[in-house]
């Protein structure tokens, strides 16, 4: 048998404590075992402890490959069938046609112009920007300081500088504003290895982290899982920077093979990670083998990515290729040359079924792709026109259902006319010529982004089949390739326009052509999306934040503030489902929970303030449930009347249990359940009292459930008890319902919602009872009872009703002594406590009464006099700021994913030689030069 999860982090955590000296509170289950000072040689010892727990002979590298203590359980409770102990997916299932489909889930981008979030690139698109400018600074004379430049405390190194890289080329392309900035803090990465990484390992790391958010994707999700990362990436300039004077970061700082693997590393992902290099055609290559991984299996999720970031734009001038002007685009008559930009951008792929399966927000789909090799050209970057037919011909099923091609557009009087003749080759011959073929490349809006041009055009065709419009290409003098564009049958899209959908259905196609002489082309299609059931639950909103730090938690409170109130057309369970899929960023939390807009403002601006507000519950989340959640029934007392009649308005989970309860209580007990949870029921009596309780309790449970929560264990307390053996799975709810009507019955009397006795005093003496009456009354009970079917129970319980409160059997002796004997509610809590149970909550209208030991967190489900519907939403927001995990928040919200802005980074400038600016304030990842609105 499986050892169970407590014991496991007993074990671990004991020896922890006693090498390190480490508090408890410092123990947090994901944090790496390493960071907690586990060695390699106590990793042997602590492995062959944890042998002994499990009853065989584990790896000596079990503690390296695991690293912490959720991978550790997960390892050693999850065996395979083969008993290795690996945790165990069974086969990977074959894939039909149909399920190669492939869905673009999220996007993220940092393309010159400010085009750093998908709807800024989308505005600097529709409105036909030119994000072409003229060359920063920094990099006018030596690119960012690319000459060595001194060590971090000042002294030179001993390598001397480069050649002369004074600027000698034409002062135009597409830059980014901030290339040295980095937000090292919130990935955990040291100022001195930040220094030694090329700025392209790092955009790729906000980025991609960005493409998550806008997937509304946890990481934590993710963590663990096949997900692939397949980057295109093309040299490193930056290693010109570090070469002078390596050290232990260097080598792989500035490697573009890395580059995939940091990010794998960072986000903990275990599907391929790949980076590719394929010149200009790099990042369609790495879309391409993306969606391949998907389509057989090998990932379930994939980023793929393109980056590209210019030190010193001179060479390509000297070799004649860039335009003189920096302005003439692709496709004009005019274009003598390209312009050099710069940029990163990342999609998030999943299969199509796979993401309508899990609601997540389809943004256009991948129906094909392809990749082939020029061969044997002219030279090695001249084109091969039979190789670029050839690709189309292969990508397109039926070329005529093509409405639109973003093109690698190189912008010179040989490659544009090349690229227009395969294009009509390929494509045309079966048009009419009312629909010709429309081109375009946002080439003419960034410049040509080398590795990172076809991640720029695939995403900017996303986006144009998202909004339904495509964008205009601008800088079109004349219409291109000569006067025959129109001739091959194509027109060249110089003024925004609808979709044609000559097919019914947006179709588009994106090319890159790398002087490699490797060629990628993409076949996407709009998503029709099917109406997603907005569901009848009307609860509150609950918003949950988290971030490195709480001043972070408390800057993106004001920032989503300040956006709300100039009225975006998104609904609060919009928002809601949004936030819940980007959680991951760090430990500390809030969240907020209202109704209506007015009230979510107020909330949040009183969170950014550090101000208390009733709707907004805060927490460090460092796993607190320890051994698991235990769930509390209390039985003392009787529901306040009207105590859960608003969940029967906003929860439908909670009213439909109301509802499959109501006859069973009406025939074992006499009572309507709907009708006792109302505002003016008469509760006075037992007889109605104890049976609305157990419905109230048992629908209560069915709503935490919903959320994915499962009690670890159940505390039963007097009349409570019934419904948490119900939960528990020892009696089913017909049982149930028999023993709390029986129950009720006996216990009927004036005082019956009086208090249960204290611990020690027999409940029978509490009303005043005769202990003749008492043992009568025992035995009519049991005569009532009859047979009581019992089944093993689903998870620990403890009992009030025993002397020892871990032997509850459900039997009618049980169920005798709940009746008759000592409360002791306390001792149960005590013994939960002990058994490593840190987190209880209240299933119950009306408070437990003793409180567990200090270091644990109690949660009452509803409190007297509140909205029933926020109390239950503050519950659950209390346990998740607490670090309480609920499987699949994002899923079990209501809403759907919308955009919604990012929190901004905390940039410094990391550059090697450079000391880095010194961090401001207490918390280490506060301090920032710059902010770039992005997600951090």
């Keep these: 048998m499986s050892p169970s999860r407590t014991e496991i982090r007993a074990v671990v955590a004991g020896r922890l404590r006693s090498w390190y000296a480490l508090e408890p509170g410092e123990i947090a289950d994901d944090r ?38 959720d991978a550790l359980v997960e390892r050693l409770t999850r065996e395979r069938p083969d008993g290795l102990g690996m945790p165990w997916h069974g086969p990977r299932p074959e894939r039909d046609a149909d399920r190669a489909a492939v869905a673009v889930v999220g996007v993220g981008c940092r393309f010159p112009g400010g085009a750093d979030t998908p709807d800024a690139y989308w505005r600097l698109l529709s409105e036909g920007r030119d994000a072409v400018g003229a060359l920063p600074d920094d990099r006018r004379e030596t690119g960012p300081h690319l000459a060595v430049a001194p060590r971090s405390d000042g002294t030179p190194h001993d390598g001397t500088p480069h050649e002369d890289t004074s600027y000698e080329g034409p002062p135009h392309g597409g830059f980014l504003d901030d290339m040295a900035g980095f937000d090292a803090d919130f990935f955990r990465i040291g100022a001195d290895e930040a220094a030694a990484m090329d700025p392209q390992h790092r955009v790729l790391l906000e980025v991609a982290r960005e493409a998550l958010d806008h997937a509304a994707l946890p ?20 290693a010109q920077v570090t070469a002078g004077a390596p050290d232990a970061w260097t080598t792989a700082g500035s490697a573009p093979g890395v580059a995939a693997a940091r990010l794998s590393h960072a986000l903990d992902l275990r599907g391929p990670s790949l980076a590719v290099d394929t010149a200009c055609s790099s990042a369609l290559v790495a879309v391409h083998h993306a969606v391949r991984s998907l389509a057989t299996g090998e990932s379930d999720t994939a980023l793929a990515a393109g980056v590209s970031l210019l030190l010193t734009p001179r060479a390509p001038h000297r070799a004649g290729a860039l335009a003189p002007d920096g302005r003439r685009g692709a496709f004009d008559a005019g274009a003598d040359g390209t312009v050099r930009g710069e940029g990163c951008g990342v999609v998030v792929l999943k299969r199509l079924a796979d993401a309508e399966r899990d609601g997540d927000r389809v943004l256009a789909v991948v129906r094909s792709t392809a990749v082939n090799s020029d061969g044997r050209s002219g030279g090695p970057a001249a084109p091969n026109a039979d190789a670029r037919r050839a690709l189309l011909a292969e990508a397109y099923t039926d070329p005529a259902d093509v409405d639109y091609v973003e093109t690698h557009g190189v912008g010179t009087p040989q490659g544009d006319p090349a690229e227009a003749s395969a294009l009509a080759a390929a494509l045309v011959s079966a048009r009419t010529p009312d629909r010709p073929l429309l081109i375009g490349s946002v080439r003419a809006n960034l410049g040509h982004l080398r590795a990172a041009a076809g991640i720029a055009g695939l995403i900017k065709t996303v986006l144009a089949l998202q909004h339904g419009e495509i964008p205009p290409h601008p800088h079109v003098t004349q219409a291109g390739t000569g006067a025959g564009a129109e001739a091959l049958g194509l027109r060249l899209v110089t003024s925004a326009e609808p979709w044609p959908r000559h097919s019914g259905t947006a179709t588009a196609g994106v090319s890159a052509f790398g002087y490699s002489g490797t060629n990628a082309h993409v076949v996407l299609t709009e998503h029709r999306a099917r109406p997603r059931p907005r569901g009848p639950r009307t609860g509150p909103a609950l ?6 730090s709480a001043e972070r938690v408390r800057a993106y409170a004001g920032e989503l503030a300040d956006w709300l109130r100039a009225g975006p057309g998104i609904r609060d369970a919009d928002l809601a489902r949004t936030l819940a899929g980007r959680t991951g960023r760090g430990h500390h939390r809030a969240a907020v929970v209202t109704r209506g807009r007015a009230a979510t403002v107020e909330a949040l601006s009183r969170l950014a303030a550090g101000e208390r507000s009733p709707h907004v519950v805060t927490g460090a989340a460092d796993p607190r449930d320890g051994a698991g959640t235990v769930w509390i029934f209390p039985g003392d007392g009787c529901p306040w009347p009207g105590a859960g009649h608003q969940l029967l308005e906003t929860e439908p989970v909670f009213a439909d249990a109301v509802e499959r309860l109501e006859p069973l209580l009406r025939w074992h007990a006499g009572i309507s359940l709907a009708e006792g949870l109302g505002a003016d029921a008469d509760l006075s009596s037992s007889a109605v009292a104890m049976p609305v309780l157990y419905g109230l309790q048992l629908g209560l449970a069915a709503l935490w459930r919903s959320f994915g929560l499962e009690p670890a264990a159940v505390i039963g307390h007097a009349a409570g008890e019934i419904a948490a053996a119900v939960v528990s799975g020892a009696i089913d709810p017909v049982t149930g319902a028999r023993i709390v009507a029986a129950r009720s019955r006996l216990r009927t009397g004036p005082r019956a919602c009086g208090p249960t006795p204290p611990a020690g005093r027999p409940t029978g003496s509490a009303d005043g009872i005769h202990q003749r009456e008492l043992a009568c009354m025992t035995r009519e009970f049991a005569r009532q009872l009859g047979d009581l079917p019992a089944a093993a129970p689903g998870c620990a319980r403890y009992s009030a009703s025993l002397a020892d409160p871990r032997d509850a059997r459900y039997d009618i002796a049980h169920w005798e002594a709940n009746l008759t004997g000592p409360a002791r509610l306390p001792e149960a809590l005590r013994a939960a406590a002990e058994d490593g149970h840190r987190v209880f909550v209240e299933v119950t209208p009306n408070a437990a009464g003793p409180q567990p030991p200090a270091g644990t967190l109690v949660v009452p489900t509803l409190r007297e006099n509140t909205d029933d519907a926020l109390a239950f939403g503050t519950a659950l927001a209390t346990l998740l700021v607490n670090g309480v995990r609920v499987p699949d928040l994002r899923e079990r919200l209501a809403g759907c994913i919308e955009d919604v802005p990012p929190p901004r980074w905390r940039h410094r400038r990391h550059w090697f030689g450079e000391r880095t600016p010194a961090l401001s304030g207490q918390d280490p990842v506060l301090a920032a030069d710059g902010e770039h609105r992005s997600s951090a």
Excluded at 42 to 69: F, H, K, M, S, Y
Excluded at 220 to 228: F, P, V
């Design 219 to 238: 990481v934590t999700r993710l963590a663990g899982t096949r997900t692939g990362v397949f980057v295109g990436i093309s040299g490193s300039e930056y």
């Design 32 to 69: 790496p075992l390493a960071e907690l000072g586990l060695t390699s040689r106590d990793a042997v010892t602590l492995t062959a402890l944890l042998g002994e727990v499990v009853g065989r002979r584990l790896p000596e590298t079990l503690l390296g490959d695991t690293q912490t203590i």
């Design 543 to 548: 918003l949950l934040l988290d971030a490195p």
